[in-house]
């Protein structure tokens, strides 16, 4: 096969009754499949290889930017959720590929692509539909926090039954909790910079905490972190008071701090008095003399938030804790911006090129 493929994205997620192929739809670019990471493990049935993750490369006919984009997906989705909008849009990757970046999509390991081993890689769960709704794309009729009823960018009605949510939820798949994702993901995102090397982290929600982890492990490797909100706020679980503590900060699985955090020294957090404005949640930081995040203190970093999203309560308290270790942090609101109206699911909503233009600014003007 020519190396060179002409492809138009988004094929595999679209409403079939929607599709029409014109010229602008295809672009230039050399696709790649391949795995990296995992190990064997002996069962009582021989070995299998645990832990390893599926990898979608496309490399553009003429690169323009040094650094490759390494997108990393959320909870119950997969590296699809690049590739298209479900009403068959154009996604994130292609308009990215189109600007001359070269992009990775990877599948978490165990979800998609990554086999999950059975009795190895523990339990999977799936995500309601109804929670989908709440949280990802009727907020407007029924979420719990202050900025749910100004969103307005999902392309539908947000509920099962209307053909682009049921197309939507049709691509999300049973996940692993985050803490056990955050074990395989680590090693398996620094093997993917091994082999391509120096990168940009591109990650969403659940993968928030897995981009601070993989470049802990590979600070040189890692030249910029776009995080769209990541998983958070620091520590405590600021709306439903849910979940694990985030024992380290910004995740419940260890990062590097210099001083060093022991038993006998660890991390001590305390809580803003009062909030910096009624529809936000009091951020939790480093009590006393903070200590540095010496792996990410080199790494630019760009927190952004969607106006409508569950996110938007809190998501300014992971950047001030950026901040506060020694990370160089720009928090973005997209309303600030212009692009209003925004869920958690923002590169998939109706303005979602609006925002991948904002984030190839970005990062023109910040990673170097």
């Not at 993750?53 to 959720?81: C, D, K, R, W």
């Not at 039954?161 to 985050?178: A, E, I, M, T």
Request: hydrophobic share 40%; net charge negative; proline share 8%.
């Amino acid at each position: 096969m020519n190396p060179i493929l002409k492809f138009a994205f988004g094929l595999a997620a679209l409403v079939p009754t929607t599709l029409s192929l014109h010229a602008q739809d295809f672009i230039s670019a050399r696709h790649e499949t391949f795995y990296v990471g995992g190990h064997y493990v002996t069962t009582p049935g021989g070995q299998v290889m645990r832990g390893q993750m599926f990898v979608e490369a496309l490399i553009p006919e003429h690169p323009t930017h040094p650094y490759p984009l390494v997108m990393i997906h959320g909870l119950a989705q997969s590296g699809t959720n690049w590739m298209s909008t479900p009403d068959g849009r154009q996604g994130w990757a292609e308009w990215f590929v189109s600007h001359g970046w070269t992009v990775y999509m990877v599948d978490q390991p165990a979800r998609g692509r990554s086999a999950w081993q059975p009795g190895l890689d523990g339990s999977v769960k799936p995500l309601p539909a109804d929670a989908v709704e709440k949280l990802f794309t009727a907020p407007e009729d029924g979420g719990a926090w202050p900025q749910a009823s100004r969103h307005n960018q999902w392309p539908g009605k947000g509920h099962a039954g209307d053909k682009v949510f049921d197309q939507f939820y049709s691509s999300l798949l049973p996940s692993l909790p985050s803490t056990e994702g955050a074990k395989l993901v680590q090693p398996a995102g620094a093997a993917l910079l091994d082999r391509i090397g120096p990168a940009i982290l591109l990650t969403h929600s659940q993968a928030g905490p897995y981009g601070w982890l993989i470049a802990d492990s590979r600070p040189a490797l890692v030249k910029g972190i776009v995080a769209m909100e990541p998983v958070g706020p620091p520590y405590k679980d600021a709306v439903y008071q849910t979940g694990s503590d985030r024992a380290w900060g910004l995740t419940t699985t260890p990062l590097t701090y210099d001083p060093s955090v022991t038993d006998a020294s660890p991390l001590q957090f305390e809580q803003q008095t009062a909030p910096d404005a009624a529809d936000l949640a009091p951020c939790w930081l480093q009590k006393g003399t903070p200590r540095r995040l010496t792996g990410l203190a080199s790494i630019p970093v760009l927190v952004a938030t969607g106006e409508a999203s569950y996110h938007a309560v809190y998501d300014h308290c992971t950047a001030r804790y950026l901040s506060q270790a020694g990370v160089n942090t720009d928090f973005v609101r997209l309303a600030d911006h212009g692009m209003h109206g925004n869920g958690h699911q923002m590169m998939i909503e109706l303005n979602n090129l609006d925002i991948a233009a904002f984030l190839n600014e970005w990062m023109v003007a910040h990673i170097h």
